[in-house]
């Protein structure tokens, strides 16, 4: 197929011989060359397409970057113009680079300006992340082993690239290789230009806080590599691991199980420091750090558990759980029948419309309650309210056991201690299980020391292992964004 490269054509799709479009008359080979196949994408300069270059006999493929003066408007054309042309001047001397895009051409067809350059074939870091989620320890050192030293080509060569994302970093499919793209905004590091104020340009959430006031350094580009690799890992968008209020980023409360060596999150911190000086000077003393600091080894994710292990603490708890369910609902039953007969015979026997109360605890009211209009209209008002009633009376009498709001003992009786052995991994892990359904199936850190008694460290540890076993995944809670456990099944 042959696309037609006419912004105002309204049918631009045509047969792969054809040498003009159908639709609209236009040639449809790009100097007498490069046949366009079909639109890759749009920007703020113009269009992109895949094409092929039918001069040589392998016909390889390539990539058209049309700039189009109608979407730049009259204030903006002239710089627009100067960027494009910018790129194609960048790429000409920085395409001799393996991992950046070669320049194939820079010409001029019917009043509309045109880039042809390599086609790297392969998905961008963007789609990775969103294929195959959040990278690990071992990912990012190695993107950062691959791409720091075309940051150090490109900056020996006086060139800031301005526009570092996941977007413009592409895994090519043949080797594997990181490769460097859209060069459209960068930026000639003269030794003049570098202390003037220029054009405000780059990608929102990426872009260093000097170079959002038009003074991009070098070290910008590490800073937009920092925030690129940290939302590799958390797979959290970069808005959202800053702290604006603090002026801090706060990545590492997003990684949850992800582990993460404290030699990495030096580098990293150091890349995203707000301070220039504070910051890399340069991508070769990054590298240097990095292969200075040793990683811990990450381990794999282990296996699922065996489904009899998770079935027998699944119906364990689930056992447990229903006996509690029945004995509230006995209850909640008796108190309803209690409140019918004092609401029946309670006018001739006034100790009768206060029985209900008396069942669930309430001495004082059920008294009142014999009282003749006050007892009346109170017996109406308990009708709904039965419910919170039973309840609380049942918080109550957990509470005087030492049993959580899950029905899991709070501390040992001092009887129980001297003739029990302590509970073993597998019954605290009961007890978390329990604590969750009570929570319906989730459970933070803090929630699960409250309800379960074990210590601060030890539930970690248990939930960490539980994680590790399949029983629960790590979250964070829509609500309150605080880490919460979901436990599978529950």
Request: aromatic letters at 8%.
């Amino acid at each position: 197929m042959s696309f037609c490269l006419n912004p105002d054509c309204q049918q631009p799709r045509n047969s792969s011989e054809a040498k003009f479009c159908q639709s609209c008359g236009s040639v449809l080979l790009l100097g007498d060359r490069y046949r366009a196949l079909k639109p890759l994408g749009s920007g703020g300069f113009g269009r992109t397409f895949l094409a092929v270059d039918e001069y040589k006999p392998s016909k390889p493929r390539c990539v058209i970057k049309q700039f189009r003066r109608e979407e730049q408007g009259t204030r903006n054309l002239q710089k627009a113009v100067a960027l494009f042309v910018r790129e194609a001047q960048r790429l000409e001397e920085l395409g001799k680079h393996p991992q950046i895009p070669d320049l194939l051409a820079h010409f001029e067809q019917d009043d509309r300006q045109y880039l042809i350059q390599e086609f790297v074939d392969g998905p961008n870091l963007a789609q990775e992340l969103e294929e195959g989620g959040a990278f690990d320890e071992a990912q990012i050192r190695q993107l950062l082993q691959d791409l720091l030293p075309v940051l150090d080509f490109v900056h020996q060569r006086q060139v800031i690239h301005r526009d570092i994302k996941p977007e413009n970093i592409i895994r090519r499919s043949p080797d594997g290789q990181l490769v460097l793209v859209d060069f459209g905004a960068s930026k000639l590091a003269t030794g003049t230009a570098l202390g003037q104020t220029g054009t405000v340009i780059g990608s929102a959430g990426y872009v260093a806080p000097e170079q959002a006031l038009g003074k991009a350094v070098f070290g910008s580009d590490l800073y937009s590599l920092g925030v690129t690799c940290i939302h590799l890992l958390t797979q959290m968008p970069p808005f959202d691991l800053f702290d604006s209020s603090e002026g801090a980023w706060v990545w590492e409360d997003y990684l949850f199980d992800r582990r993460v060596s404290p030699s990495l999150k030096r580098v990293l911190n150091k890349l995203l420091a707000n301070g220039t000086s504070r910051r890399y000077q340069s991508a070769a003393a990054v590298l240097q750090d990095l292969q200075a600091k040793s990683a811990i080894p990450i381990a794999s994710p282990p296996p699922k558990p065996p489904a009899s292990e998770w079935k027998t603490l699944h119906n364990w708890n689930r056992t447990v759980h229903l006996q509690e369910e029945d004995h509230t609902r006995k209850r909640l039953n008796t108190t309803y029948i209690l409140w019918l007969v004092g609401f029946i015979l309670g006018t001739s026997l006034r100790p009768l419309k206060g029985m209900h109360r008396f069942y669930n605890g309430k001495i004082l009211t059920g008294v009142l309650w014999m009282i003749p209009v006050i007892g009346d209209i109170g017996s109406l008002v308990d009708l709904f309210l039965i419910p919170r009633m039973v309840d609380e009376y049942e918080t109550k009498a957990r509470a005087k056991l030492g049993m959580s709001e899950s029905g899991v003992p709070l501390a040992p009786q001092a009887a129980v201690t001297q003739t029990l052995s302590p509970p073993t991994r597998e019954q605290q892990m009961v007890k978390l299980l329990k604590a969750a359904q009570a929570r319906g199936g989730q459970l933070s850190v803090t929630q699960a020391v409250m309800d379960t008694s074990i210590g601060f460290t030890e539930v970690e540890d248990l939930l960490r292992d539980m994680v590790k076993r399949g029983y629960a995944t790590v979250d964070n809670d829509d609500r309150t964004g605080v880490v919460v456990y979901r436990f599978l099944e529950l």
